[in-house]
């Protein structure tokens, strides 16, 4: 099973798609680690720089539809090889989402009023998530502050999740 546990990146927009997570450009690419360095290149967002802001965030928290677009699985792929195995946010494109589950990574869907207060309150640079996959909660902290945030999840995705993809939960069940 994959890590759910670290600094969190804030992408503070809607409807970033999947050529903004991973350019079509690099879709030639044989390997996910020849992705990497191309994460979120052509995300537009005011203050952010994938050269500098992804480094060392393992988790991200963001707006609604995230991962819209085609329906490659490449994004996910992008996010995995650069430590990133979870997503937060209000909602997901279906297939990326699922997308993200086959690949043993997680899209947790909160209400809109929850991821704001996320970015009202956790917004600074230092915050850190902690996904407890047993309780379906996230742990969230900063400095002194540290808030426990329930989530909703089917058992299928759970079983995915704990398998480390669709292929191996295949491999484990048929």
């Not at 393992?58 to 996910?76: D, K, L, M, Q």
């Not at 909703?152 to 491999?171: H, I, K, P, S």
Request: contains cysteine; hydrophobic residues 45%.
């Amino acid at each position: 099973m994959k890590n759910f546990k670290g600094k969190v990146l804030f992408l503070d927009r809607s409807d970033i798609n999947t050529d903004e997570i991973i350019p079509a450009k690099y879709l030639t690419e044989l390997s996910k680690e020849a992705l990497k360095p191309y994460l979120l290149e052509d995300l537009k967002l005011e203050g952010f720089n994938p050269k500098t802001d992804i480094a060392g965030k393992s988790i991200i928290v963001t707006r609604a539809n995230f991962g819209c677009g085609s329906s490659r699985e490449h994004a996910p792929w992008a996010l995995e090889v650069n430590g990133i195995n979870a997503v937060i946010a209000p909602s997901f494109a279906r297939i990326f989402r699922q997308n993200m589950f086959n690949c043993g990574m997680m899209a947790i869907e909160l209400p809109e009023k929850i991821i704001n207060h996320l970015f009202e309150k956790y917004n600074t640079g230092d915050a850190e998530i902690e996904v407890d996959l047993a309780h379906h909660a996230i742990i969230i902290s900063s400095g002194r502050n540290v808030e426990n945030i329930p989530f909703e999840l089917t058992a299928f995705d759970r079983a995915l999740v704990e398998a480390g993809g669709w292929v191996e939960y295949a491999n484990a069940k048929y």
